[in-house]
């Protein structure tokens, strides 16, 4: 969400901030409806104040007698009643109009981010580890399948496509990636452990900046909820409508939470597999910072995901998005790409963005300094720490074994009962 007011102390610049993502001019068109909302006030006040001095007069009428002009008066209080309200209504649907505006508008982007209209135009700026390049390496679900332990046959009888079933040694594998995420991020890196609900109302969905745009990318019950396609919607909202104090910052949280996605935009691609599921497991950390610490918890935050793979040894890269591959609400993200044997590729496995005060403004959640009055709107970050079942293919297409079994990881084996390899089951 966007500061009207700083649009109108530099239209300019806001113009050309989203020329960078590719649209049209919009500061004319917002600051003409924000004088159509401002113009409404004036007269909304202006009649409060005819009214307010016409009550006085009433009394004053009555008090000399004159009760024809107290008639007269009340005849006028009346009437001004009925045109102030069709004023604040006037007023409120202006309002309502540019805040819809407003919303429809993707975040500005910081200085750094480098242009570009895809994917194919995001800058690398780091690798950790040595790919395997193997042009007969199997792909995860080949792997998966082989060892009997991933079913998306039996998942597609029960829920359709894009569903897996995971059994017996993938399964408890699953489950002990997600409990050593959390146990990194909140033993090592600060993060409090959340357990949040996964269905929310639309005002939690819209405070993150999913709803109104991108609604047809989630699932909503028929009741009025939504499925949360990540947990960042719940963490971040959990400071919606506050004011914090200022020495609480930052604030971390973390959660491993399912997560629901209709892939709406995804026809054809990764259609085997798990790489685009419609529900998945996700260890997501959000920070909730100050206006001056954003840029420094973004690194911090990459940092925590990278030291996921590299307790896993699974090689990676960490790269910039450009202004055309970038998220709605982000000013910056960096992805982390781990490699994929099975792809000859690296595949997003991460994303950690920076959004300023753009969430905040959408919740209205702010902070205040000791011995201050003013309240200014908390900046957020969000990134997935990680995602568990594309964690998962990672490991399964690096740690295969030559006989079609799979090798735990070391750091996980304390989470499987100390097992060391996992190995077909066509039971």
Not at 158 to 164: A, D, H, I, N, Q
Not at 178 to 187: I, K, T
Request: aromatic share 6%; glycine share 8%; with cysteine.
């Amino acid at each position: 969400m966007h500061d009207i007011n700083a649009i109108r102390d530099n239209p300019d610049a806001f113009d050309v901030a989203l020329k960078r993502r590719g649209l049209e001019p919009q500061a004319a068109d917002l600051l003409r409806r924000d004088d159509a909302r401002r113009k409404a006030i004036g007269v909304a006040q202006d009649l409060q104040t005819k009214r307010n001095d016409a009550s006085k007069k009433i009394g004053q009428a009555k008090g000399q007698g004159d009760e024809a002009l107290a008639q007269k008066l009340m005849d006028d209080v009346a009437q001004l009643k009925d045109d102030l309200q069709k004023a604040e209504d006037a007023e409120r649907t202006l309002k309502s109009e540019l805040d819809t505006a407003l919303a429809a508008l993707p975040n500005v982007l910081m200085d750094d981010i480098p242009d570009g209209a895809d994917e194919q135009d995001n800058v690398e700026i780091r690798r950790w580890g040595t790919p395997q390049e193997n042009p007969s390496a199997l792909e995860h679900f080949e792997i998966g399948e082989n060892l009997g332990q991933m079913d998306f046959e039996a998942a597609a009888r029960l829920s359709g496509s894009r569903f897996v079933v995971l059994r017996d040694g993938l399964a408890q594998l699953e489950r002990a990636l997600g409990n050593f995420m959390l146990d990194l991020h909140v033993n090592e890196f600060g993060y409090r452990e959340v357990s949040p609900p996964v269905l929310v109302r639309d005002e939690a969905v819209f405070g993150v900046g999913q709803l109104p745009k991108f609604k047809d990318d989630l699932f909503r019950t028929e009741n009025g909820y939504w499925l949360t396609s990540t947990s960042e919607v719940t963490l971040s909202n959990l400071v919606r409508e506050q004011i914090l104090d200022h020495v609480s910052l930052p604030l971390r949280f973390t959660a491993l939470t399912e997560c629901f996605r209709s892939e709406s935009g995804s026809a054809g691609r990764d259609t085997r597999g798990m790489i685009r599921l419609h529900q998945f497991s996700k260890v997501e950390l959000v920070s909730i910072v100050d206006a001056e610490q954003g840029e420094a918890e973004l690194e911090r935050k990459i940092k925590c995901a990278e030291t996921v793979l590299q307790r896993l040894n699974l090689p990676y890269r960490v790269v910039t998005l450009c202004a055309g591959d970038i998220g709605f609400g982000s000013r910056k993200t960096y992805d982390l790409e781990v490699w994929l044997p099975g792809q000859n590729a690296y595949r997003e496995i991460s994303s950690c963005s920076y959004c300023g005060s753009f969430q905040g403004r959408r919740m209205n959640a702010r902070y205040r300094a000791e011995g201050e009055k003013q309240t200014h709107f908390v900046h957020t970050l969000n990134g997935s720490g990680l995602a568990v079942g594309r964690t998962l293919v990672a490991v399964l297409e690096n740690y295969i074994n030559e006989d079609g079994s799979v090798t735990v990881p070391e750091v996980l084996r304390n989470y499987m009962g100390g097992r060391e390899k996992i190995e077909a089951n066509h039971g």
